[in-house]
């Protein structure tokens, strides 16, 4: 089969047989066009010609400009179109052995509680624009959601007397997250007055813009940008980090890691754990910081008895 076709066909089984969320098939579509140019520059143009030495020339290669986790999502890519093609057509599976290690030591950035606080207080919530654009972010940091969890969120599901959303996560799963007592007076206020004046034509979506439309994820990563500009944040926030921020906070604050996994909705607890690292990191700034021992001369141990 030519490589084009084969991957039409698998785009097209992604988003009808597996309920692929469209940022997922985005960067299965981005993974997998790289993927498909470089065999046309080894002569490769039939998924049949196509050998484990070939994947793991591609890999190799690719290792030389990106991070390892986008090395390692990008494999997942190559690995999931070669299963999937094997499966359908009953062919050798060239990616079968695939693999690459995820070890990307970064910790996720995020933002101190400061950073958000003045964030949050940038609005004018006079205006009906910066009141939603202030509640679509506080809901964000408040219950820790995912970007397209918050723009997806429907009235149904947001219940502002009992504090609580019902949140629909990766792969259809729901769960139940509290909203920060904090943030509830903000969006009633949202709900009851902008929410209303915004809306062209019945809705069941939380979240709209001016004209009645969804909000898009993008809005609400330029929105971000633009807030980075204007307050001279030092760090490029993205709705993610708001997600990262919110989890860091509550392990800070006490929360047990697997609550937070809840909260977060996350599968495999291992992902919750990198915000363990966070944390150990902010208390070994803490005693490098404030621990008299740790300054060069402060502390004279010749004198022990």
């Known amino acids: 089969m030519k490589t084009d076709q084969a991957l039409k066909e698998y ?8 309920s692929k969320s469209p940022r997922t098939v985005s ?11 470089w065999l046309k520059t080894q002569k490769i143009y039939d998924t049949e010609k196509i050998r484990p030495k070939h994947v793991q020339a591609f890999i190799i290669e690719q290792k030389q400009t990106k991070s390892s986790a986008s090395l390692a999502r990008m494999a997942a890519s190559v690995r999931s179109f070669h299963r999937d093609l ?7 599976n060239p990616a079968l052995n695939l693999r690459v290690s995820r070890n990307d030591t970064r910790l996720p950035v995020y933002c101190t509680k400061d950073e958000i606080s003045r964030l949050m207080n940038s609005f004018d919530d006079s205006k009906p624009e910066e009141l939603m654009q202030h509640a679509l972010l506080e809901m964000i940091y408040s219950c820790g959601l995912r970007v397209s969890e918050v ?15 019902r949140v629909l996560g990766k792969g259809d799963k729901e769960r139940i997250v509290p909203i920060a007592h904090g943030s509830i007076p903000l969006l009633k206020q949202y709900r009851d007055t902008v929410r209303l004046v915004f809306m062209k034509k019945k809705t069941q979506l939380f979240f709209i813009n001016r004209f009645g439309r969804k ?9 971000l940008n633009h807030k980075c500009d204007e307050l001279n944040f030092g760090k490029n926030i993205t709705p993610h980090k708001l997600r990262h921020s919110y989890a860091t906070h509550l392990l800070m604050g006490g929360a047990d ?13 291992s992902t919750t754990e990198i915000y363990t690292h966070v944390a150990d990191s902010q208390l070994f700034e803490g005693y490098r910081k404030f621990h008299p021992g740790s300054l060069e001369g402060d502390l004279d141990y010749d004198d022990e008895e």
């Open 11 to 18: 785009l097209v089984h992604i988003q009808v047989n597996e």
């Open 27 to 37: 960067s299965y579509i981005n993974d997998l066009n790289q993927y498909i140019a």
């Open 257 to 269: 890691l697997r609550s937070i996994q809840e909260m977060l909705g996350h599968a495999d607890i």
């Open 215 to 223: 909000v898009t994820s993008r809005y609400v990563e330029l929105l």
């Open 86 to 92: 094997s499966f359908m057509y009953q062919t050798e």
């Open 151 to 165: 723009t997806s969120l429907t009235i149904a599901r947001v219940d502002l007397d009992s504090g609580r959303v």
